[in-house]
């Protein structure tokens, strides 16, 4: 069982930056697992971000160049920095985990982490 508490976010401006942080439950080893980071606004389906699958990292197109995923295995935390940040950012933000994924996209489906956090919401003014 792994429990993932999120922290960070805000209200901000529109060019402001943010760290979102996702925080692994005491004895999880954060190496161990890819770990993703989600998004939602009323009424829309759940929008992959960004994944650290294991060594490697990926992004949706809106936000590469903007955002960066990193991981901080001591601290058990993987950290989401967003910089530049648009009105378009804001939602609800939500870090997972998983194991394992069946094959080599499953990173951006939500149903493909097993653990997940309550999630941070994010807000940008313009």
């Known amino acids: 069982q792994v429990q993932l508490v999120e922290s960070g976010g805000g209200l901000v401006q529109a060019g402001d930056s943010l760290r979102l942080s996702c925080h692994a439950s005491?004895?999880?080893?954060?190496?161990?697992?890819?770990v993703g980071w989600f998004r939602q606004t009323p009424g829309k389906e759940r929008e992959f971000v960004a994944v650290?699958?294991?060594?490697?990292?990926y992004y949706v197109e809106s936000v590469k160049g903007r955002f960066t995923i990193s991981r901080d295995d001591v601290k058990s935390t993987v950290y989401l920095q967003m910089n530049s940040l648009k009105p378009e950012d804001t939602a609800l933000y939500s870090c997972?985990?998983?194991?394992?994924?069946?094959?080599?996209?499953?990173?951006?489906?939500?149903?493909?982490?097993?653990?997940w956090g309550q999630g941070t919401q994010v807000t940008v003014s313009s």
């Open positions: 005491a004895r999880t080893n954060i190496s161990y697992y890819a």
């Open positions: 997972a985990a998983t194991s394992r994924f069946s094959s080599g996209y499953d990173y951006v489906r939500a149903t493909s982490y097993i653990w």
């Open positions: 650290l699958n294991w060594e490697d990292e």
